[in-house]
């Protein structure tokens, strides 16, 4: 069957965002951060670094929820089930309580976490992400929605950025991807997430109008990534 | 007396001043007819949507253990409550079939001016506040709704007693404001424990009273708008 000008056009946008992801990792700040060498040192901040990322994902989907349609309310509140409160029933923590958990393999305590600071960088891209949630609807989901696309396995060619740091860990450091209890959980939990904002999209964003939304959200989402990512890569350098 | 216990106590006070206010008791005094009922029926739904667009924020604001809080404060409103099995919004749109309502006349129900006003107000308090605030401007809807702290009945049962008497709806058929006297009971209590953890100074409590003052500032006006708009109902 034919598809029809607006299953055309959302196809399109969804190919666009796919590669916006993908080139994400051609980036200089992706490139630089990728190809440092993780001594355990970088790491452990690393971790901690990421463990106020995560955080702040949870005030920025939140905001998401606020302001989205009432069925895509529902979406998100099952979305952050996996992300702060954990699937009991499936014996899995909270996203938070692993990246703990995970800094335990590199001899980092949970203190360790409370009393490390947030890199200064990282705290004016929290800004910028949570300035991004409190725009219209559509713009502030896909905002939120292409750092996990980002993070899809099964849309970033040569793996996502959470495989992509799991194999660092392994190639320097000697800890298994398996060992990685939050990198691990991110690799497959991703994949299911990424989809949904296409969800979203069929339909909600059936106008041109939308869909550029959607665009510009995860563009300038992306565009804080990179900085983030640089600022990131900036700290471990500063590290031994 | 600690800082907390007074604290609540004057959060008690506020919630049940609502009740003297020009504003609810121009609410109260509308006579219901039936067309006047599927009005409010209807703006309620809204209002719980609202609800859930300001939750949303609050949570977006918090620390993460009163994220938690909030998200299984949302599990009930957004996605199932035991107490009914079904979601908040559900159940009221169940609820408008008792009084001829069909889930239409909620899809495509007008906001009116006023009460957009209103709404527009939360979300600004949710959104921008200090945390504190904006989670106390939450909650004081569900405080002012808690039978056990207003004398006399939260505003559901208040709404759904004059259901019964005006209309010969028993509050049982009203399943949604049934609900609501017994949910926003443990909500309030529920949500009212994150004071104990995170009011610690004079600060704080300035936060969270500046919250509650701006939401029954706004709670009052939409009451009024809501009395007004059926007023204008014959």
Same mark, same amino acid.
């Given at each position: 069957m034919a598809m029809s000008a607006g299953t055309k056009a959302l196809e399109k946008m969804w190919e666009e965002l796919v590669e916006l992801c993908n080139s994400q990792f051609d980036s200089p700040q992706f490139k630089r951060l990728l190809g440092l060498k993780f001594t355990k #040192? %970088?790491? #452990?901040?690393?971790?901690? #670094?990421m463990a106020y990322y995560v955080q702040n994902r949870r005030d920025c989907w939140g905001y998401v929820q606020g302001s989205v349609p009432l069925d895509v309310k529902q979406l998100i509140w099952r979305h952050e089930e996996d992300e702060l409160i954990g699937r009991k029933d499936q014996g899995k923590a909270d996203h938070i309580t692993l990246a703990v958990k995970e800094g335990e393999v590199l001899g980092l305590s949970a203190e360790a976490f409370d009393k490390t600071v947030r890199l200064e960088g990282g705290e004016v891209c929290f800004s910028a992400w949570i300035r991004l949630s409190q725009r219209s609807w559509l713009e502030a989901i896909a905002a939120s929605a292409i750092l996990e696309m980002r993070n899809s396995g099964e849309l970033v060619r040569a793996g996502s950025l959470s495989r992509r740091i799991g194999a660092i860990f392994e190639r320097d450091l000697g800890i298994p991807m398996k060992k990685q209890i939050n990198n691990a959980e991110h690799v497959v939990m991703d994949v299911e997430h990424a989809?949904?904002?296409? #969800?979203?999209? %069929?339909k909600y964003a059936t106008m041109e109008t939308a869909q550029r939304g959607i665009l510009r959200g995860a563009k300038e989402s992306l565009l804080i990534d990179r900085v983030y990512r640089g600022h990131l890569a900036d700290m471990l350098e500063s590290l031994a | 007396m600690n800082l907390v216990q007074d604290l609540c106590g004057t959060l008690d006070k506020m919630v049940n001043d609502q009740f003297d206010?020009?504003? +609810?008791?121009? +609410?109260f005094g509308v006579p219901l007819t039936m067309? *006047? =009922? *599927?009005f409010y029926v209807v703006q309620n739904a809204l209002y719980t949507s609202n609800r859930r667009d300001c939750w949303g924020y609050v949570q977006g604001g918090a620390?993460?253990?009163v994220k938690r809080v909030i998200w299984e404060h949302e599990s009930d409103e957004l996605i199932n409550d035991p107490r009914a099995g079904m979601d908040h919004f559900s159940l009221t749109v169940k609820q408008g079939e008792v009084i001829g309502l069909k889930p239409e006349d909620f899809e495509y129900a007008e906001v009116p001016a006023m009460v957009q006003a209103c709404f527009h107000a939360w979300h600004h308090v949710a959104m921008h506040g200090h945390w504190l605030t =904006?989670?106390? =401007?939450?909650h004081m809807l569900e405080r002012r709704n808690n039978g056990k702290i207003v004398k006399g009945g939260g505003m559901?049962? *208040?709404v759904g007693k004059k259901f019964e008497n005006e209309l010969g709806i028993s509050l049982k058929k009203m399943i949604s404001l049934d609900v609501h006297v017994v949910a926003d009971t443990e909500h309030s209590e529920n949500i009212s424990e994150m004071f104990e953890r995170y009011v610690k100074s004079a600060e704080d409590c300035e936060r969270v009273l500046e919250g509650a003052r701006d939401s029954m500032t706004i709670d009052r006006a939409y009451r009024g708008a809501l009395g007004y708009y059926m007023a204008q109902i014959h």
């Open positions: #040192q %970088r790491a #452990q901040h690393y971790s901690i #670094q989809h949904m904002l296409m #969800q979203v999209a %069929r | 206010s020009v504003e +609810f008791k121009t +609410f067309e *006047r =009922a *599927r620390p993460l253990e =904006a989670y106390t =401007a939450s559901s049962f *208040r």
